[in-house]
């Protein structure tokens, strides 16, 4: 079991691995570390493009070791890999691109490891969330920034992802009951309310913010390339592993995917990992279609949909969703920007579940709801929660999986 356990976690750090040292290869290490100081001094507000600020080499940089950071906790606490796990390291991945840092996220993890010994639980039973709470690392930016980064600014911007971070947990746990599962960002729902609480009282105390606007808008086909390799290497991985077979993929796509829904229980780890890599295949294809850019915001989308390759989605729940989404984009003729347009067809995939439970076309209808949600509730909450899209999530998730549960019974 403990060799499995090892070689699980060699495939899980294979992409953010890779990444990494695509980016010390790609620019002198000295110079990535100068680049970072442009990263720390952001605002972090959405929609911030790390690619934009500190260039590609950095911004993969950042998100790489921010990463491997995490799974080398996970892998000191005995944690054995699952579905959860594999969405928060992912989850971390992908927005470490567009507004989580080395620096900004600290804070939470004293947060919940204080909520943690408060509630006299385990601080390993609380490192997922922990990962989640960091959706708000734009207050710890933003404060700092506000204050000029003086000590004085550093310390205030401390204490409020320290008090942020002891909230977002007990929160998260209420939050679940609006949806019923059927938002698989439910952290996004969380931390969405308390970011609109936070940011009214700013608001309120006439301080003004400033949002980003600004993305880099060509592909790389290196990053491309290294990334069509990983996904390649996460199926071909699962193929072998499973007796150099796809039997039990089916039954895989069988599941609504609603909360929670454990994959490497039910199917395998093996079985996760070709699911997670035609997940990456399908996004690379949305890219090539729809919004051909790799940027910052492009890659959370795409981490953030693989994130929960083992906790929810999958090509025949995700597939609809996604659909909803662009057909929105071009329906109302969004001004919305390509990168706005991007992670809101990635992320509007937290609705996966709503397609497998009463399916496609309500996802597809759950989609461009989501789409019409998001762009609307960002003001809400001054583009301090990263998880908009989790929060835009379980709002319609809310509201219209009561009325589909509905219709089914009566037409039952």
């Not at 950071?69 to 594999?86: E, H, Q, S, T, V």
């Not at 060509?218 to 990053?223: A, E, K, Q, R, S």
Request: hydrophobic content about 50%.
């Amino acid at each position: 079991m403990e060799k499995t356990k090892k070689k699980e976690y060699l495939v899980i750090i294979v992409l953010p691995l890779v990444m990494l040292l695509y980016s010390i290869f790609s620019m002198p290490v000295p110079e990535i570390f100068n680049n970072l100081l442009k990263i720390f001094h952001s605002n972090d507000i959405l929609l911030t493009d790390y690619f934009f600020i500190a260039g590609h080499e950095t911004a993969i940089f950042n998100a790489s070791v921010i990463t491997l950071i995490n799974i080398f906790i996970i892998y000191k606490m005995d944690m054995k890999i699952n579905g959860l796990i594999i969405s928060g390291i992912y989850l971390m991945f992908g927005f470490s691109f567009i507004g989580k840092n080395l620096l900004n996220i600290i804070p939470f993890y004293l947060g919940v490891f204080l909520y943690s010994k408060y509630t006299n639980k385990t601080f390993k039973s609380t490192i997922i969330i922990t990962m989640f709470s960091t959706a708000l690392s734009p207050f710890v930016s933003s404060t700092a920034n506000y204050f000029n980064f003086t000590i004085f600014g550093i310390f205030i911007a401390f204490i409020v992802g320290v008090i942020l971070g002891f909230i977002v947990p007990p929160v998260a746990s209420h939050t679940v009951q609006f949806h019923g599962g059927y938002s698989l960002y439910n952290t996004g729902l969380a931390v969405g309310l308390i970011a609109i609480v936070f940011y009214s009282v700013i608001k309120a105390s006439g301080i003004s913010l400033n949002s980003n606007n600004d993305f880099v808008d060509t592909l790389n086909y290196p990053i491309i390339a290294l990334l069509c390799g990983c996904y390649l290497f996460f199926i071909i991985y699962g193929y072998v592993k499973n007796g150099y077979s796809f039997k039990g993929y089916g039954n895989l796509i069988k599941y609504s995917g609603r909360l929670v829904s454990d994959y490497t229980v039910t199917d395998g780890f093996p079985i996760v990992m070709i699911n997670m890599g035609i997940l990456g295949f399908l996004c690379l294809i949305f890219i090539f279609l729809f919004f051909p850019m790799i940027n910052g915001p492009v890659l959370a989308g795409m981490f953030t949909v693989i994130a929960f390759s083992g906790f929810g989605k999958h090509i025949k729940n995700a597939l609809p969703v996604m659909i909803g989404a662009t057909a929105g984009y071009y329906f109302f003729h969004s001004k919305a920007s390509p990168p706005s347009f991007a992670i809101t067809v990635f992320f509007s995939t937290t609705l996966s579940p709503i397609s497998g439970k009463f399916g496609a076309l309500s996802g597809i209808l759950g989609g461009f709801l989501i789409l019409c949600l998001v762009s609307n509730i960002g003001p809400a909450h001054g583009g301090l929660n990263l998880y908009n899209t989790g929060l835009a999530g379980g709002i319609v998730a809310s509201i219209f999986v009561p009325l589909l549960q509905l219709f089914q019974k009566e037409n039952k």
